[in-house]
């Protein structure tokens, strides 16, 4: 059975780094059909948005990660092969990231690896907040 869990959320000041961990388990990427993982946050009254996304599994990230455009340049993601660990570096950060982040695995195509349909499992969440 496939499971996510997240970690590494909590409260900064603007202007501090937090960085997120995401541990995938119980998987295999042919038969569980994950190409995949990305971070997801949402905002309370907020529709939940795609962060950034990686390729998983073997072969090499190189040009296939994928930013929103709110924070490229201030967010950095990242895995561990190996160990099955996605990683989100967040510099910089504002009170606007406050959020509930959330990763996800799945099976998108790279041009709508930031929308939620694509994903197919889902981690509990760990909260971000920012205070100004």
């Known amino acids: 059975q496939v499971q996510l869990v997240e970690s590494g959320g909590g409260s900064v000041q603007t202007g501090g780094s937090l960085k997120l961990s995401c541990a995938l388990s119980?998987?295999?990427?042919?038969?569980?059909?994950?190409?995949?993982a990305a971070w997801f946050r949402q905002a309370p009254g907020k529709e939940r948005e795609g962060v950034a996304s990686?390729?998983?599994?073997?072969?090499?990230?190189?040009?296939?990660?994928l930013y929103a455009d709110s924070v490229k340049g201030r967010f950095t993601i990242s895995r561990d092969h190996s160990n099955n660990i996605m990683y989100l570096q967040m510099d910089v950060l504002k009170p606007e990231d406050t959020a509930m982040y959330y990763c996800?695995?799945?099976?998108?195509?790279?041009?709508?690896?930031?929308?939620?349909?694509?994903?197919?499992?889902w981690g509990q969440g760990t909260q971000v907040t920012v205070s100004s």
């Open positions: 996800a695995a799945g099976l998108p195509s790279f041009r709508v690896a930031l929308a939620r349909e694509g994903y197919k499992y």
């Open positions: 119980g998987v295999d990427y042919n038969y569980n059909r994950i190409s995949r």
């Open positions: 990686i390729p998983m599994g073997a072969g090499n990230t190189l040009g296939n990660t």
